[in-house]
């Protein structure tokens, strides 16, 4: 069966400093990657999506950015973050063709 | 432009009555619907979804769901509420394409 890993759980970072989170997915092969950033407790807001190894499409601008070096790994960057960068990141893995998605356990980010 | 309606921000029932969740949605052709539940803290689950066939779609812990093609709608129900279907609830909608277009999110509230 599939299996999508996030991490950190959480993580506290100051203004200013860099960022890395990590997406695994088990279980299956060329799957579409997807990062979601979610505020508040509410509404998901899609970041990036990927549909193969170094294929990134960016959804809205801003502070992010997104890489595909492996074919079920999916790394979401920033270089110095904000404020408003703050929230609960999600993880998604689809198949090739669409559909329903399968979320991680997502990541608590907190900027101070 | 797709899109998805959650016009209700909370809904409260009482464990044993029966629940439902409303959407709407807004798609050009033909569109794939689906239910997520979310706990705090953690990532969403899949419950169900609708691509052709039967009006009437099962999922995951009893939940149900009902597409009416003319009221443009995908309401989530099930029968006997339990207290722990106390979630946050959200429809999505997609056009086949890569992207799922989700609502705002509705708070499930069943007490006991």
Redo the contacts between chains.
């Keep these: 069966s599939q299996t999508i890993h996030q991490w950190p759980a959480t993580l506290v970072q100051p203004v200013g400093s860099p960022l890395s989170l990590e997406c695994t997915v088990e279980g299956t092969s060329n799957p579409n990657l997807y990062w979601y950033r979610q505020a508040a407790g509410r509404g998901l807001q899609l970041l990036f999506y990927s549909v193969g190894i170094g294929q990134i499409s960016s959804e809205v601008p801003q502070n992010l950015s997104a890489s595909r070096p492996q074919d079920r790994q999916f790394i979401l960057s920033s270089k110095k973050l904000l404020l408003s960068d703050s929230g609960f990141y999600l993880c998604a893995w689809s198949v090739p063709m669409g559909g329903e998605q399968y979320f991680g356990p997502g990541t608590r980010l907190t900027v101070t | 432009a797709q899109s998805v309606a959650q016009p209700e921000d909370q809904v409260n029932v009482a464990e044993g009555n029966p629940l439902t969740v409303k959407c709407t949605y807004s798609v050009s052709g033909n569109p794939?619907l689906?239910w997520?539940v979310q706990y705090?803290?953690?990532?969403?689950?899949?419950l169900l979804?609708y691509?052709t066939g039967d009006n009437l779609v099962k999922g995951s812990y009893g939940f149900e769901a009902e597409f009416n093609k003319s009221q443009t709608s995908f309401h989530l129900k099930k029968p006997s509420a339990l207290v722990s279907d106390s979630a946050?609830y959200?429809c999505a909608v997609?056009d086949?394409?890569?992207?799922?277009i989700?609502?705002?999110?509705t708070r499930l509230l069943v007490r006991p």
Excluded: A, E
């Design positions: 794939y689906f997520y705090p803290n953690r990532g969403l689950q899949f979804k691509i946050l959200f997609t086949s394409s890569y992207k799922l989700f609502g705002s999110g």
